[in-house]
């Protein structure tokens, strides 16, 4: 009686650790996946499934982040993934939505075989998703842009342009003042897991010392810079050309380099900051498991 019952007990408590490791490794996911650290969630998908098994919410975590890269390689190991997840759990709302979302964006032409199946799941996620779920949103606002034209893709990409100049507008003006604060007080803050202040001491980082302060004067005054370069590349074209030195200009186009650089420290900015943040979650993932007692 005494063995059987700690037999039942052992068996409990490794079901129980298995579900521990199994979240936690969900978790990992879920938050790297928020700061865009796709090959992170399939590192992290893949060896929670080797250390707890095939399991549905980690095999649509690793077929999202290979979805996310938007490529035809990584669009196959998403189809895959998920396939393997619906074997699992074939209602599993989050894995239906997701593998549609995958069949719906493909090339009916390339992948005749998603577009049927888009069908199929759509109609199997408008039987089990309630109304007003966010899995019913997320079919709607779907619906929405599969519709669209050409034109209304190119809308869409300009709107996309504009919006990641505003972005790096934004962060020119908030890495000036952050600049100016290191300058005054010589503290760098500990950013911890913030996305957005890890990239904003990143950038601050990369721009320190005298080589850059050219680059620091032009974010500082960034619409001017834009103003002043497009006007004397403009003049500078034209002078060339009225001038009988060349038929046609582009030199001009060279007074832009400075600004484009400018630029191009800022995006690095934000890799850095990104890769940072990840490093931290998967570090303080890591140490969680360590203090897991193991199943085994």
């Not at 129980?16 to 996911?29: I, L, S, T």
């Not at 669009?75 to 549609?100: F, H, I, K, M, N």
């Not at 302060?213 to 497009?230: I, K, M, S």
């Amino acid at each position: 009686m005494t063995a059987a019952t700690g037999a039942a007990d052992s068996a409990c408590s490794d079901d129980r650790g298995g579900e521990v490791e199994q979240q936690q490794y969900a978790e990992q996911c879920s938050e790297l996946f928020a700061v865009g650290g796709y090959a992170s969630v399939r590192k992290a998908a893949r060896a929670g499934i080797e250390e707890c098994g095939p399991d549905p919410v980690l095999l649509r975590w690793l077929g999202q982040a290979h979805a996310a890269e938007d490529e035809d390689d990584h669009d196959c190991e998403a189809e895959a993934a998920y396939r393997q997840g619906l074997a699992l759990a074939a209602d599993d709302l989050g894995l239906l939505v997701s593998y549609w979302e995958l069949c719906l964006r493909s090339d009916s032409f390339d992948h005749p075989h998603r577009a049927k199946r888009a069908v199929t799941l759509q109609q199997r996620i408008e039987e089990l998703a309630p109304p007003g779920s966010p899995e019913g949103r997320r079919v709607d606002d779907a619906v929405g842009w599969a519709g669209r034209g050409y034109w209304d893709d190119v809308t869409a990409g300009a709107v996309r342009g504009q919006v990641e100049q505003e972005v790096l507008a934004e962060q020119s003006v908030l890495v000036t003042d952050a600049l100016r604060r290191a300058a005054r007080d010589g503290v760098r803050p500990d950013t911890g897991e913030d996305l957005h202040a890890a990239e904003l001491a990143a950038a601050v980082e990369l721009l320190q010392g005298p080589h850059n302060a050219p680059l620091r004067l032009l974010l500082a005054h960034r619409v001017g810079a834009y103003v002043v370069t497009f006007l004397a590349s403009f003049t500078l074209n034209k002078a060339l050309v009225w001038g009988g030195v060349v038929r046609f200009s582009l030199w001009g186009w060279l007074l832009w380099i400075p600004l484009l650089a400018a630029e191009t420290k800022l995006r690095q900015a934000r890799k850095l900051g990104q890769q940072r943040v990840i490093e931290r979650i998967q570090a303080r993932h890591g140490e969680a498991r360590d203090r897991t007692p193991s199943a085994g």
